[in-house]
């Protein structure tokens, strides 16, 4: 678990304010991962990176940017930030073996944003 | 367009007998398919994965199974035990990539006494 951290853990935000989350991976990962978790709709992607400065987007990406300059970090920000986007935030990365065989994506603990 | 869907959302078990969890997923190019596992307050932890290359794979009291044809595929969990209880994640990788994971929306399990 020491291996992926997230700052901050939680956070209280009003509307139209910018926020920045940061993912921070020890693990020289290749890939990386933003998810928002909210009930009854599971862990959905926003954005995902396959390398320093690769991203592409994922399922709920309106409203949120990302951007990885290093391979450890992985930030998302919240442009002006809606109350929709209360949610907890999860970040992961995983990287792929040689042959593919298993890609085994570990989480960070998860940062709790409310947007008032 | 890219979807899992994940079945039953709640599932109440007695303890000692088995579970089984089933999604579907929409792209016949999916090719890897997790399970997560996660308890109260922490985070996702994967607790077994199949290739499309396989039909079944098996990991104690846990075992996946994989139908291409059908595009679907289970989670089941035999003997169950007080620490099973938990939310369980099934996921697929998208767009003929590995690195493009898509979760369902997760099935809690109650372990009952």
């Known amino acids: 678990d020491a291996g992926i951290t997230q700052s901050p853990r939680h956070k209280v935000t009003e509307t139209g304010t910018p926020v920045t989350l940061r993912c921070h991976q020890t693990?020289?990962?290749?890939?990386m991962y933003w998810y928002r978790q909210d009930p009854g709709h599971g862990l959905r992607l926003i954005h995902y990176?396959?390398?320093?400065?690769?991203?592409d987007k994922g399922e709920v990406s309106d409203g949120y940017s990302v951007s990885r300059s290093k391979t450890e970090d992985f930030l998302l920000t919240l442009e002006s930030a809606t109350s929709s986007q209360t949610s907890v935030y999860f970040c992961?990365?995983?990287?792929?073996?040689?042959?593919?065989?298993?890609?085994?994506?570990?989480f960070g603990p998860g940062t709790r944003l409310t947007v008032l | 367009g890219e979807n899992v869907e994940q079945h039953p959302s709640t599932l109440s078990v007695q303890e000692g007998d088995s579970a089984v969890i089933k999604c579907t997923y929409s792209?016949?190019?999916?090719?890897?398919f997790p399970w997560y596992k996660q308890e109260l307050g922490k985070r996702p932890q994967l607790i077994i994965d199949?290739?499309?290359?396989?039909g079944e794979k098996k990991d104690q009291r846990i075992a996946v199974t994989l139908n291409k044809t059908a595009k679907h595929f289970s989670l089941h969990i035999t003997e169950t035990q007080p620490e099973d209880s938990a939310v369980y994640f099934c996921?697929?990788?998208?767009?003929?990539?590995?690195?493009?994971?898509?979760f369902g929306k997760g099935t809690r399990l109650h372990i009952l006494p």
């Open positions: 996921a697929a990788s998208f767009g003929g990539r590995d690195d493009k994971i898509i």
């Open positions: 990176s396959y390398g320093v400065k690769d991203t």
């Open positions: 992961a990365s995983s990287a792929l073996s040689v042959a593919g065989v298993r890609n085994e994506q570990f």
């Open positions: 693990e020289n990962h290749r890939y």
């Open positions: 199949i290739r499309s290359n396989v």
């Open positions: 792209d016949s190019a999916s090719n890897y």
